[in-house]
C-alpha cells in the first residue's frame, strides 16, 4: 500500500517506491505538507547581499537548482554527502552508464539508501535543472523500470531478465537510481547534476544561467505500458514524430536519408565521450521549410528535457544551424518497425537505436564541443 510523502512543489509527479513507496506519477493523491519545502530559506556563503540580489533575478532558474542542490546535501549525514558530492573534474564524473546498477556501479546515493524526506529532496533536485516535460519523462523511464522488475514488461527485447542468476527485482526498479552532484553548488561556478540508474544517464551542467543536457542518455524498457490507468510511452515522441519526418520525404529525398535497411545500434553512447562521427544521411538544406520544422521538433523531443529559457536557447542555437544539420535512417519507414536513426548537426548528436525490438530502446543525446559543458568551463 502506498504511503504518501512530503515532497515540495517541484516534485509532485513522483515515481512509488518498493518498501517506503512514493506517489505515481500522474496520480490523484492529495500530497501533504507541501509549504514545509516552499517555505524554506537558504543562505549562500560565495555571493551575498546586493550581489545575490542582482544574481536571484537574472537566474531565478539557477537559484531554485542551488537551493534544491543544497537542501540535499544538508538533509544528508556525513558519510552520504561524502558519496553525493564530488569534485566538478573529478575523473568519476564520465562514469555513468544505462546498464542496470548491478552490473555497473553509478556515482553518488542510491534512492533505495534514503529517508523519504531524502528521496523527496533528490528528486527536487532532478526537477529544478529540467522542465515539467524533461521530469516526466525521468518519472516515466523509472516507472517502466518498476514494470520490468515486477516481471510484466520487456517483450521483444534484451534485457528483460534477471542476468547471473539475478531475479528482475534485483536488478531493476525505480529504487535502483542514484544522484550525484559534481561541484559545489553555485550561482555562478560550474556544477553538475547527474541522475541515473537502468535506462537513465542524466547530465545537466549548470554554469550560471546556462543549463547544459549533454551527454544524456534516455531510454526504455517497455516502451508501452500502463500506470495509474493510463497509457504510458516514455519515448512515444521520439519514435512517432522520426516516423513522421521520414515518411514525408519523397523517394529522392529518402534514397539520400536511408542507410539501410536494419536497425542499428548506438555508437556514441555511454563510455564513448570525444569520440567522433562523420555525418551521414539528407542534409538539412535539401529539406523543404516544412520538414526542417519536423526535423526541429523532433530535436526538440530530447533538447525540451531542459529547462524552459534553457532549452528555447539551446533551440535558437540548432535552428540556426538546420541547413548543415542531417537526418539518417536505417530500417523500415513504417511506423512500429524496428529502425536506427540519427540526427547530426554542427553542435548536435542524437541516436535512436532499439535492442533487439520495438520494445526495448536506447537514446543518446551529445555536444561534441560541449558535453559537461566544456566550451563554458574551459580555464
Known sequence: MNQLVTISREAQRIVPMRGTRLLPML??????????????????????????AQVDRA???TTRAVAAADKFLNALNETLRARALL????????GWSNLPVTMVARNGVSLADLTKAQRAAALDVVAAVLSKEGY???????????????GKGGKGGKGAKGKGGKSPKAMFGNDKYFLAIFGKPSLTQPWLVQFGGHHLGLNVTVVGKNFVLTPTHTGTQPASFTWDGKTVRPLGAENDKAFKLINSLDEKQQ???????????????????????????IKGSELTKQQQTMLLDLIGAWVNILTDDAAAARMAEIKATIRDTYFAWSGPTTNGSEV????????????????????????????????????????
Do not use: C, W
Not at 569534485?87 to 564520465?94: L, V
Not at 516526466?136 to 522488475?149: T, W
Not at 553512447?269 to 562523420?278: F, S
Open 136 to 150: 516526466q519523462k525521468v518519472i516515466a523511464i523509472m516507472n517502466g523500470d518498476e514494470v520490468l522488475a515486477s
Open 255 to 281: 534514397a539520400q536519408a536511408i542507410l539501410g535497411d536494419k536497425a542499428r545500434n548506438l555508437i556514441l553512447g555511454p563510455g564513448e565521450d570525444g569520440k567522433k562521427i562523420e555525418p551521414q544521411g
Open 59 to 61: 537566474q531565478p532558474q
Open 87 to 94: 569534485d566538478f573534474d573529478s575523473g568519476k564524473r564520465a
Open 27 to 52: 496520480g490523484t493523491a492529495v500530497f501533504v505538507g507541501l509549504a514545509l519545502y516552499a517555505a524554506q530559506a537558504y543562505q549562500r556563503a560565495d555571493v551575498g547581499g546586493a550581489e545575490a
Open 340 to 379: 536506427y536513426y540519427r540526427v547530426q548537426g554542427p553542435t548536435l548528436v542524437i541516436e535512436y537505436a532499439p535492442q533487439g525490438g520495438t520494445d526495448h530502446i536506447h537514446t543518446i543525446i551529445r555536444d561534441p564541443g560541449n558535453d559537461y559543458g566544456e566550451k563554458l568551463t574551459k580555464r
